[in-house]
């Protein structure tokens, strides 16, 4: 069975270490926390390793294979059998044998086919192409930019008249990739250490990781995508540019940076995304199995670890409310304390009725124990828009049913008609970019407390299961932030 085993050494080893470290680095210099955590958490992995690696390499002769060690989290994924499970439980240094749930999902990535690859290589190429001629990006004027709906809704002009435009921060933004064209390309992130020469240049692990990684396939291909880019509208919610006739800017954050990575859930993302120094990571993904079990655990563990890196997770609430019982339309990882979860509502304000409610329990889970039924944990966390709104794309793609505002010649464009909390969840990430770019030393927990402290609070008073704290307000968390104290 696949499993994954935890070590006894975390930097957070249960449900009240976290809160706790919040407390006391309540304003303590991000930058600083960064260096000092990923360093602790790397020398607890090796140390831990080293007590384990004589018995692991034993039980890899008979019964355990498929090692893959970790740091985000202190511990390993493996396969194993009954007796080496056993056998892992008795070793002094591990402290739970968890079974993955969904089976294998910490497991090796499969091939890509050549197809996949052959029209990854020309979207990255395409890239190249389009960077070579970008040219060196101008600071942002509104001045003849049309702006949209939503970014009105949550205050987004506002906050650049204050300054704000979430220029020097880096989204990491784990999707289906995006394509490249001209209001992505001046967002994309480059890994300024590394070149397409077939070496792994800057050291890290990964060869020729140039916008990101694809941890679905273990290629470098992170850009690119299919006619149908769920990544690419999220990503021009986040931050994409003023573009093309109509000149529309679709982006919270418009002069944000985007790093590119795939692969859904998997640990390796969330330890390139703090190795690589990410300030925020957006998540379009949600695993809705409701027997997770104690492996929900894990995932808790890495998301607090990754805010003491920096880190700052957010994401859609999720479209379950029709499918899911009260308690479990809001599941991993947007159910996790730390992870900002954001609902959506349409042009009218009203919740569509898709929008996963909340709250969220985490009593049955090991080392938490925490938020039962008869004190949950209250999610959304934030609301923002979910539908309605322009988004840019490739306008031809088949089967949807896309309202078209503008194209050009090679079928790009902008368009209206996608639906669904995971484009709730870029305006959150846009906002703690806007937030981060006037205040890069904020720690990853005040990011979150005042953006749900400057809400506008929608329905009932105060938080609710369908708004949460209420909509975003960009210019009132960007003055929250830049007025918060940093020691």
Known sequence: ????????????????????????????????????????????????????????????????????????????????????????????????????????ALKKAPPRSPGWLTKREADEQRALQLLQKRGVEVPFVTDGVQVPWNLKAVRAEQAWQLGATGKGVKVAIIDTGLLCFPPLVHALWQNPREVLDGKDNDGNGYVDDVFGWDFGGATRFAVGDGKKSHGTMCAGILAGRPWGKSNTVTGVAPRAQLMVLRGSGKLSAYEYAAQMGADVLSMSYMMMNPDLGSFRGVFRTAHEHLAACGVVSVGGAGNFAKTAKPGHQIALPKDIPCVIAASGVGRDMAVPSFSSRGPCMWDDVPFFGDYPASAPLQKPDVCACAAGFPVWHWVQAPGRSLKVQWQNADGFGLVVGPRGNSFSGPHAGGVAALMLSVQPELPAWRVQELMIESCRDLGKQGWDVTHGAGMLRADEAVRLARAAKIH
């Open 1 to 104: 069975m696949p499993v994954f085993v935890r070590m006894r050494d975390q930097l957070f080893a249960d449900g009240r270490a976290y809160p706790a470290y919040c407390e006391e680095h309540k304003a303590a210099s991000r930058s600083r926390l960064r260096a000092t955590n990923l360093k602790d958490l790397k020398a607890r992995a090796d140390r831990s390793w080293q007590l384990v690696a004589p018995a692991i390499e034993k039980l890899q002769a008979d019964g355990l294979s498929d090692v893959q060690r970790y740091w985000i989290v202190n511990g390993f994924a493996c396969h194993a059998d009954g007796e080496a499970v056993a056998a892992l439980t008795r070793l002094p240094a591990v402290a739970y044998v968890h079974r993955q749930v969904p089976a294998g």
